[in-house]
């Protein structure tokens, strides 16, 4: 009985509230972000990793090792490069291009090592990290 009443209080309201729209008044014009200068850049607006990462990349380094690494032959006198924190790592040598399995072998600091399988020469650089 009650939901009845309330509908026909909205319906004998609705005419009323219809004849007298509100209007809104703006005191000053709005103004897009756009109008103030233009559109940010990327360095503008980068913050934290992003932020250092362009920094670096306008340096000319790779502080996070984004990009892909340069390439070798892979012989004695010039051999594949491996960034490591440490004075070993493990690297996997896919030794033909369409081959499937992956040789892996331990390679450590001050010297340059073999590949079992193909021969390739690989060599441990010190890396350090950028934070």
């Known amino acids: 009985m009650a939901s ?18 509100r209007t809104v008044y703006i005191s000053r014009p709005c103004f897009r972000a756009m109008s103030a200068g233009g559109i940010p850049t990327d360095d503008e607006q980068a913050t934290g990793l992003e932020r250092k990462i362009l920094q670096g990349l306008k340096k000319g ?17 010039n051999p594949h490069i491996v960034p490591a924190v440490n004075k070993q790592r493990l690297v ?10 992956v040789i892996w072998f331990w390679i450590h600091d001050g010297q340059v090592n073999r590949c079992p399988e193909c021969g390739s020469h690989y060599k441990l650089v010190p890396y350090e990290l950028p934070h």
């Open 4 to 21: 009845w009443r309330l509908c026909q209080l909205l319906i004998r309201a609705a005419p009323r509230t219809a004849a007298f729209p």
């Open 61 to 77: 380094e790779d502080p996070f090792s984004i990009l892909k690494p340069k390439s070798y032959p892979g012989t004695k006198e």
């Open 92 to 101: 996997g040598c896919i030794c033909e291009e369409d081959n499937s399995q």
